[in-house]
C-alpha cells in the first residue's frame, strides 16, 4: 500500500564528539532520498529541519556528559514534530544526525501509539546497543543511550518522562557488535535479548527478524525501525565515526530492508549516523537512500547498473 511519507531533518550533531552529522539531512537530500520514494508510487513532503529552539539550564551528576541541554532539546522537539506527523496518519522518516535524535523520533512515536491503543515495538539496526544512560555513560556520548531511555531505565531525569516505555520483548537490538561490559549487564538485567552477528552467523539473517515481525503482527503492533550507518559494514558505508569491522554486507542488508517492506508492519523510521565529511562522494548517502527503496518496494532486480568512477 502507498504511504503518505513526512521527511524530518533532524540535524543533530551534540550525541557525539565528532563534527559531521549535522549535514546528515542535507546529504539525503541531495541523494535523491524524497525522488526515489515518489517513483515507487508514494508521496512525500518535506517539512525541513527541527530546530531544538531555546535550550533550558539542565544538570547532570555525571561530569562526562556534554551537550545535555541541546540533547534535551533535540528530544523534545523531534518528539513533537513525530507525534505531530502520526497524528495526520503520516509516516515519518528522520533523517539525521546521530543516534541521540532516536531519543526524541521514538518517544513521539510512542505518545501517538499509546493515544491510539496499539503497542509499539523497536527494531535496532546498529552495532551498538545503546544502553547507556547518562550516569553509566564513560564517554559523555548520549548517542550510546537512546535504548535505554525508551526502555524507561532510571537516569534521565533531565529529559522528559518517556510517554510509553517500551517492554524488552517489544525491543529487537539485531547486528549488535560492540557492547560495553556496564552496557551487557544492564540488558541482561532487563532481560532484553540480542541478536548479535554471532547470532546473524549461525542462524542466518532471515530467521530472527521475520520472528521478531511475527510478534509484532501477533500483537497488531506498529512498528519503529532505527537504522544506524554503522548497522553496514564500513567497507561498503564509510560514512560514520562510529565504524565496527563485521558489519552486514550489502546484500543482507537490502535483504532486511525487503523482508521489512513484505511485513507491512513499519510505520516510522529513522536514518542515524551519516556523516558526510567522512563519506566517499556520496556512496553511503546514495546507499542508504537505497536501503529506503528496499523498504518502501523497491525489488533487487530494479537496481541500475551504477559506476562510482
Same mark, same amino acid.
Given at each position: 500500500?502507498?504511504? +503518505?511519507?513526512?521527511?524530518?531533518?533532524?540535524?543533530? +550533531?551534540?550525541?557525539?564528539?565528532?563534527?559531521?552529522?549535522?549535514?546528515?539531512?542535507? @546529504?539525503?537530500?541531495?541523494?535523491?532520498?524524497?525522488?526515489?520514494?515518489?517513483?515507487?508510487? $508514494?508521496?512525500?513532503?518535506?517539512?525541513?529541519?527541527?530546530?531544538?529552539?531555546?535550550?533550558?539550564?539542565? @544538570?547532570?551528576?555525571?561530569?562526562?556528559?556534554?551537550?545535555?541541554?541541546?540533547?534535551?532539546?533535540?528530544? #523534545?522537539?523531534?518528539?513533537?514534530?513525530?507525534?505531530?506527523?502520526?497524528?495526520?496518519?503520516?509516516?515519518?522518516?528522520?533523517?539525521?544526525?546521530?543516534?541521540?535524535?532516536?531519543?526524541?523520533?521514538? @518517544?513521539?512515536?510512542?505518545?501517538?501509539?499509546?493515544?491510539? #491503543?496499539?503497542?509499539?515495538?523497536?527494531?535496532?539496526?546498529? @552495532?551498538?546497543?545503546?544502553? $547507556?544512560?547518562?550516569?553509566?555513560?564513560?564517554?559523555?556520548?548520549?548517542?550510546?543511550?537512546?535504548?535505554?531511555?525508551?526502555?524507561?531505565?532510571?537516569?534521565?531525569?533531565?529529559?522528559?518522562?518517556?510517554?510509553?516505555?517500551?517492554?524488552?520483548?517489544?525491543?529487537?537490538?539485531?547486528?549488535?557488535?560492540?557492547? /560495553?561490559?556496564?552496557?551487557?549487564?544492564?540488558? #541482561?538485567?532487563?532481560?532484553?535479548?540480542?541478536?548479535?552477528?554471532?547470532?546473524?552467523?549461525?542462524?542466518?539473517?532471515?530467521?530472527?527478524?521475520?520472528?521478531?515481525?511475527?510478534?509484532?503482527?501477533?500483537?497488531?503492533?506498529?512498528?519503529?525501525?532505527?537504522?544506524?550507518?554503522?548497522?553496514?559494514?564500513?567497507?561498503?558505508?564509510?560514512?560514520?565515526?562510529?565504524?565496527?569491522?563485521?558489519?552486514?554486507?550489502?546484500?543482507?542488508?537490502?535483504?532486511?530492508?525487503?523482508?521489512? $517492506?513484505?511485513?507491512?508492519?513499519?510505520?516510522?523510521?529513522?536514518?542515524?549516523?551519516?556523516?558526510?565529511?567522512? /563519506?566517499?562522494?556520496?556512496?553511503?548517502?546514495?546507499?542508504?537512500? /537505497?536501503?529506503?527503496?528496499?523498504?518502501?518496494?523497491? #525489488?533487487?532486480? /530494479?537496481?541500475?547498473?551504477?559506476?562510482?568512477?
Amino acid at each position: 500500500m502507498p504511504h +503518505d511519507i513526512t521527511l524530518i531533518g533532524a540535524p543533530v +550533531d551534540e550525541g557525539q564528539r565528532r563534527a559531521g552529522c549535522l549535514m546528515g539531512p542535507a @546529504a539525503y537530500r541531495v541523494a535523491g532520498l524524497a525522488a526515489a520514494i515518489t517513483e515507487l508510487g $508514494h508521496t512525500v513532503e518535506d517539512i525541513g529541519d527541527v530546530s531544538h529552539g531555546p535550550l533550558a539550564p539542565v @544538570a547532570c551528576a555525571n561530569p562526562a556528559v556534554h551537550h545535555l541541554a541541546e540533547c534535551v532539546g533535540w528530544t #523534545k522537539a523531534l518528539a513533537e514534530a513525530g507525534r505531530a506527523a502520526m497524528a495526520r496518519g503520516r509516516f515519518p522518516i528522520f533523517m539525521g544526525g546521530d543516534h541521540a535524535l532516536s531519543m526524541g523520533s521514538v @518517544a513521539g512515536v510512542a505518545a501517538h501509539a499509546a493515544e491510539v #491503543k496499539r503497542p509499539l515495538f523497536v527494531l535496532w539496526l546498529d @552495532a551498538h546497543s545503546d544502553f $547507556h544512560t547518562p550516569l553509566t555513560t564513560t564517554s559523555g556520548n548520549l548517542h550510546g543511550t537512546p535504548v535505554a531511555y525508551l526502555s524507561g531505565l532510571p537516569g534521565f531525569d533531565a529529559f522528559p518522562r518517556f510517554p510509553a516505555p517500551v517492554p524488552p520483548d517489544r525491543i529487537c537490538l539485531y547486528g549488535i557488535r560492540s557492547v /560495553d561490559p556496564a552496557e551487557h549487564r544492564a540488558l #541482561k538485567l532487563q532481560g532484553i535479548p540480542v541478536t548479535d552477528m554471532r547470532v546473524l552467523d549461525e542462524t542466518g539473517i532471515v530467521a530472527p527478524l521475520r520472528a521478531f515481525l511475527d510478534q509484532v503482527t501477533q500483537a497488531r503492533g506498529m512498528l519503529h525501525v532505527s537504522l544506524d550507518v554503522d548497522f553496514l559494514d564500513p567497507s561498503i558505508a564509510p560514512a560514520v565515526g562510529t565504524t565496527v569491522p563485521g558489519g552486514t554486507t550489502f546484500r543482507e542488508a537490502h535483504l532486511v530492508m525487503e523482508l521489512l $517492506h513484505e511485513s507491512g508492519l513499519v510505520t516510522s523510521l529513522d536514518l542515524v549516523e551519516l556523516n558526510p565529511f567522512l /563519506d566517499d562522494r556520496g556512496r553511503t548517502a546514495r546507499l542508504m537512500v /537505497d536501503l529506503v527503496g528496499s523498504l518502501m518496494g523497491r #525489488k533487487v532486480f /530494479d537496481r541500475p547498473t551504477r559506476s562510482f568512477g
